[in-house]
C-alpha cells in the first residue's frame, strides 16, 4: 500500500522557520511530481509549492521567496523549507503525489503560526 508521511510541523512563533518533510514508500518516487497543499479552517485546500520529476518548482505568490520546496530521490523524500512564517500560514500541511492516473494524498501535519 503506498504511503506519503509529513512530519515537521508544530507551533512556531510569527518570523520563524520550520521543515517540512514527506516520506514516501511504496511507489517508483523519482517519477512522480510531487507538491505541498495547506487547508486552513473554513478554506479550500491550496496549492502551495510543487516540483516536477525535473525538478522544476513553482510556488504560490503567498509563499514565493519565503518557501521552498525539494526532493531526494535517494531518499524518497521531499522537502518544504519554510522561512519568515506569518500567521496566515497556520494550516494542516499535506503532500501530494502524481504520475499519470496514479494521485496519493499524506495524511498532513500541522502548522501553527502564533505568538
Known amino acids: 500500500q503506498v504511503q506519503l508521511v509529513e512530519s515537521g510541523g508544530g507551533l512556531v512563533q510569527p518570523g520563524g522557520s520550520l521543515r517540512l518533510s514527506c516520506l514516501a514508500s511504496?511507489?517508483?518516487?523519482?517519477?512522480?511530481?510531487l507538491g505541498w497543499y495547506r487547508q486552513a479552517p473554513g478554506k479550500q485546500r491550496e496549492l502551495v509549492a510543487s516540483i516536477t520529476n525535473n525538478n522544476y518548482t513553482s510556488y504560490a505568490n503567498s509563499v514565493k521567496g519565503r518557501f521552498t520546496v525539494s526532493r531526494d530521490n535517494a531518499k524518497n523524500t521531499m522537502y518544504l523549507r519554510m522561512n519568515s512564517l506569518k500567521p496566515e500560514d497556520t494550516a494542516v500541511y499535506y503532500c501530494?503525489?502524481?504520475?499519470?492516473?496514479?494521485?496519493?494524498w499524506g495524511q498532513g501535519t500541522q502548522v501553527t503560526v502564533s505568538s
Open positions: 511504496r511507489i517508483v518516487f523519482s517519477v512522480y511530481h
Open positions: 501530494n503525489a502524481l504520475s499519470g492516473p496514479y494521485y496519493y
